[in-house]
């Protein structure tokens, strides 16, 4: 009598692939596998968005409602693959919102090294803000720069502003450059 089993794939996409098999001995070792039964999942919004143990009531941004928002968008949709793809991981942190040394507010940080992003709820507050700084903190990921630079923060930041509108006009570039000078002066632009 032949034994069933099942055969779970994981893609890097995220795609999961459950296939109910039967499998008997041919040729003393091979192994032949007929196909019953095939599903394809994707991966769920919290498994893509993990959160810190610690959420203060009210304040949880639930990772289905972050997915709605990035998927609203063809940057955002793009920010999703990059995700899956990459293998990102994504921690919403609703802990103390950290600042820089000039005092500024940090909404997220990118390590490339380990290919992570952290995003600070406390600071981004709502979901499109967040899904906005999610794009953001993707981007640095994705970008994989030996050497940080203002370019690279002035294409996370319009990236970031595609979310709202997929155009950007000439002085809408214009202040983000500005703006990217005006935050970051000590680093350099190529």
């Given at each position: 009598m032949p034994e069933l089993g099942t055969l779970v794939s994981l893609f890097p996409s995220g795609k999961v692939v459950v296939k109910t098999a039967t499998k008997g001995a041919i040729d003393g070792g091979s192994w032949l596998i007929g196909k019953f039964n095939k599903q394809l999942r994707y991966a769920k919004p919290s498994d893509l968005f993990k959160e810190n143990t610690y959420v203060p009531f009210g304040q949880r941004i639930a990772p289905k409602n972050l997915y709605r928002e990035l998927n609203r968008s063809q940057v955002g949709q793009e920010t999703i693959r990059l995700i899956q793809s990459n293998g990102t991981k994504i921690t919403?942190?609703?802990?103390?919102?950290?600042?820089?040394?000039?005092?500024?507010?940090?909404?997220?940080?990118?390590?490339?090294?380990?290919?992570?992003?952290t995003i600070y709820v406390r600071g981004t507050e709502y979901t499109i803000k967040t899904a906005q700084t999610i794009i953001h903190e993707v981007t640095h990921t994705s970008l994989q720069n030996p050497i940080y630079t203002q370019r690279e923060e002035v294409i996370a930041f319009m990236r970031e502003a595609k979310h709202s509108?997929?155009?950007?006009?000439?002085?809408?570039?214009?202040?983000?450059?500005?703006?990217?000078?005006?935050?970051y002066p000590t680093i350099p632009y190529r």
């Open positions: 919403l942190d609703y802990g103390e919102l950290p600042t820089d040394m000039i005092g500024n507010q940090i909404l997220g940080t990118a390590n490339m090294r380990n290919n992570t992003a509108r997929d155009n950007l006009s000439y002085t809408q570039i214009k202040a983000i450059i500005q703006e990217v000078k005006s935050l």
